[in-house]
C-alpha cells in the first residue's frame, strides 16, 4: 500500500518511514502547504488540513498534529506546542516548571488520513513526565525533556524504534495500519 506522508518536519517523516514501512507500506514523503489553523483541539486542525489538501492530487496520504499537554500549565502547551517550542522554547517551558511538584504531561497524535477517497482521523496518546533538565540527542522537538512512565531516559535518548513502540505518534501509526488494512 503506498502512502504519501505530508510533513515539512524531517523528524516526524523518518518516524512514519520507520513505523509504516514495518508494516508493509510503501512510504513517499510530501511537503504540502497546509495552513494551521488556530483551534481548541488537535482533530480539529487534522480536519483542516485534510479539507486544505483535499482535491490536489495527492493520492492517499497521511498527516499529523501533536502536542505536549502539562498538567500543572492546565494543559499547556498543547495545541499551542509548536508556537511555544519556536519563542519560549525548552528553556522556557521548564521554567514554568520551576517549583512545581507535578510534573505529569502527556504527548497526543491525531493523524489524518485519506485513503481511497475516503478520509478518516486516528489518535495517540503517551503518558509521561517533564524533566528538569533536558537530555538525549535524538528526536525533535520536547523529546530531550519527555521521560514517558515506565522509563528513566527521555525520548531523545531512545532509538527510533523503542520511541515508536511507545510513542503518541507510534499508537497512533498503529491504529491507522489497522483501520487502512481493515479498507482492503
Ligand atoms: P506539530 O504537530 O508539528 O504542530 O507539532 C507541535 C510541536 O510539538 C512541534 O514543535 C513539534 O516539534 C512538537 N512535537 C510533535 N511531536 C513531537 C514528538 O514526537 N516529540 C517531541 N516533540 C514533538
Known amino acids: 500500500m503506498k502512502l504519501r506522508i505530508i510533513t515539512s518536519n524531517p523528524g516526524k517523516a523518518v518516524e512514519f518511514r520507520h ?4 508494516l508493509g507500506f510503501d512510504i513517499e514523503h510530501g511537503d504540502e502547504d497546509c495552513d494551521e489553523i488556530q483551534a481548541d483541539t488537535l482533530q480539529e486542525v487534522v480536519l483542516s488540513c485534510l479539507s ?5 492530487g495527492l493520492g492517499d496520504y497521511a498527516l499529523d498534529d501533536s502536542g505536549l499537554f502539562i ?6 502547551p498543547g495545541v499551542y506546542s509548536s508556537y511555544a517550542l519556536r519563542t519560549i522554547g525548552i528553556d522556557g517551558i521548564l521554567r ?12 497526543e497524535c491525531c493523524i489524518g488520513c485519506s485513503f481511497r477517497g475516503e478520509e ?7 503518558e509521561g513526565t517533564i524533566a528538569h533538565r533536558p537530555s538525549g ?5 520536547f523529546d530531550p525533556i519527555f521521560v514517558p512512565s515506565g522509563y528513566d531516559g527521555t525520548f531523545a535518548e531512545m532509538s527510533i524504534d ?5 510513542s503518541h505518534r ?12 481493515e479498507k482492503v
Open 19 to 22: 513505523a509504516l514501512g514495518g
Open 52 to 56: 486544505q489538501l483535499r482535491g490536489r
Open 71 to 76: 498538567d500543572a500549565l492546565d494543559g499547556f
Open 96 to 107: 514554568l516548571l520551576d517549583g512545581r511538584e507535578d510534573r505529569s504531561a502527556r504527548f
Open 120 to 126: 478518516l482521523t486516528v489518535q495517540g496518546k503517551c
Open 137 to 141: 540527542t535524538g528526536g525533535f522537538g
Open 162 to 166: 523503542v520511541k515508536n513502540g511507545i
Open 170 to 181: 507510534g499508537r497512533a501509526i498503529q491504529a491507522l495500519s489497522a483501520a487502512l488494512k
